[in-house]
């Protein structure tokens, strides 16, 4: 395996691994907030990415058009329950994202986690996590595809994947 193949390679497995494992970002007040009646909607980022200026530039600005985009629509869900018994009608409704720098891959790269949450007056809330890829020397985010240039079965880099995603699962789940 080539020097560049193995470190592409490297990188791609520490990005999957530390993925697997991100904890949630600790509660503490969020840094864009948007409200209307019984509605909330907050972005927050961790120490990390607040300071990286391009990587929080970029993010404050997908937040912020993610946080407006989520507060229409859940305006517009409320005004369509007019026909519910006030106490689920006037339940808070809140959506939540975070950033969260999980590791830095090869120095160029970091794992950015982006958690959501979303509580719309139903039996549970929602939860769902998304890994980003920041480079940090283009100034972007950028897919983890290029670095997957062989995917045979069983071939050298999916074999060397999964070891290292089961290393860490052994690692990080006590048994």
């Known amino acids: 395996m080539t020097r560049s193949v193995s470190s592409r390679l490297f990188a791609t497995?520490?990005?999957?691994?530390v993925s697997c494992t991100a904890a949630p970002?600790?509660?503490?007040?969020?840094?864009?907030?948007?409200?209307?009646?019984?509605?909330?909607?907050?972005?927050?980022?961790?120490?990390?990415?607040?300071?990286?200026?391009?990587?929080l530039n970029y993010l404050s600005a997908a937040g912020k058009a993610w946080a407006a985009k989520t507060l229409k629509e859940l305006v517009a869900q409320r005004k369509d329950m007019s026909d519910m018994p006030a106490?689920?009608?006037?339940?808070?409704w809140s959506s939540e994202r975070s950033y969260t720098q999980d590791a830095l891959v090869a120095g160029r790269y970091a794992s950015?986690?982006?958690?959501?949450?979303?509580?719309?007056?139903g039996a549970h809330p929602n939860?769902?996590?998304?890994?980003?890829?920041?480079?940090?020397?283009?100034?972007?985010?950028i897919s983890?595809?290029?670095?997957?240039?062989?995917?045979?079965?069983?071939?050298?880099?999916?074999?060397?994947?999964?070891?290292?995603?089961?290393?860490?699962?052994?690692?990080?789940?006590?048994?």
């Open 13 to 17: 497995v520490l990005l999957l691994a």
């Open 25 to 55: 970002a600790a509660d503490r007040k969020p840094d864009i907030a948007l409200k209307a009646k019984y509605t909330e909607v907050t972005v927050s980022f961790d120490d990390a990415i607040k300071s990286d200026a391009p990587l």
């Open 87 to 92: 106490d689920i009608r006037n339940r808070p």
């Open 112 to 121: 950015i986690i982006r958690g959501d949450f979303s509580y719309t007056g």
């Open 127 to 141: 939860h769902g996590n998304d890994t980003l890829l920041w480079d940090r020397q283009a100034g972007k985010m």
């Open 144 to 175: 983890i595809r290029p670095f997957f240039t062989e995917l045979a079965d069983n071939g050298p880099a999916m074999t060397a994947i999964r070891t290292a995603v089961v290393a860490s699962a052994i690692r990080t789940i006590p048994i």
